[in-house]
């Protein structure tokens, strides 16, 4: 009698296939065949698996090597970049399909898919390429690659359904004289610089015939909801999102969300 074979298509079975995390909903896997990409380095794949591993997915998502001009038309994506300090210093970008993201957004509450539902695996792709937390990537930062860039692509029923890129900084932008990492031992000397914050509930347009004719006692609408959370501006700024509390009879803000610059209108 013959040994049942194993089918080769199963997940996590054959052909050294790897299982390598359960993601909030859903599983995680490495796909059959190889992983890593020729064209990167090994931490490059390694970032790719731990932000793998922190897709809050409704299905298998498995990870194959390609290219920037593989991934072909997603539909409608959330992505989310940092900046990792170090040396080298990286840039990187993960891109998902917002049908992935679902299942979890409506098991947290959510009336639809979320960029910060990606950050955890961002964290997590940052967390492998350099030590601390990552950044919000600074103007002149932003990966720009070709349709020949090497990436790694998350793949769910066959499908391509995003991608996570990662760059060194100056390759993501080579007109820039100075790495981040040059800058970040000489921060110390700014530290104690104060900037103004400013909590902003809303605004609104008047005519210049209201203003004048404003009374005591006179309800002006703003142009935000009750309950909608509260601006938090630096030196002008948006840099944060939050809800006015009172605290000691003061006043306060919790900060519930910061604001990456591509946010930041």
Known sequence: MTEPQQDPAQPGQANGQAQIGQAQIGQAQI?????????????????????LTCLPTGAAVTLAPGTLGAVGELGRTLTVEALVVGSPTYAVRVVVREDLLLAAAGAAGLAAPDRAQLEPALAAAAAVLGPGTP?????????EAGPDAPVHLFVA?????????????????????????????????????????AVEIGRAR????????????????????????????????????????????????RITRILDPSQAV
Do not use: C, W
């Open 206 to 253: 008047l005519a210049v015939r209201d203003i004048m004719g404003l009374e005591p006692g006179q309800v002006i609408e703003l142009d935000r909801s009750a309950g909608a959370p509260a601006d938090v501006l630096v030196n002008g700024r948006l840099v944060a999102r939050g809800e006015v509390v009172v605290l000691e009879n003061d006043y306060a803000v």
């Open 135 to 143: 950044s919000p990537l600074p103007a002149g930062h932003a990966p």
């Open 31 to 51: 796909g059959a065949g190889p992983v890593g990409h020729a064209q990167l380095p090994a931490a490059h794949t390694d970032a790719a698996r731990a932000a």
């Open 157 to 197: 029923s066959g499908e391509t359904a995003g991608y996570v890129l990662v760059q060194e900084a100056d390759a993501a932008s080579p007109s820039r004289p100075a790495d981040l990492a040059d800058l970040a031992p000489r921060l110390h000397r700014i530290k104690d610089v104060e900037l103004g914050l």
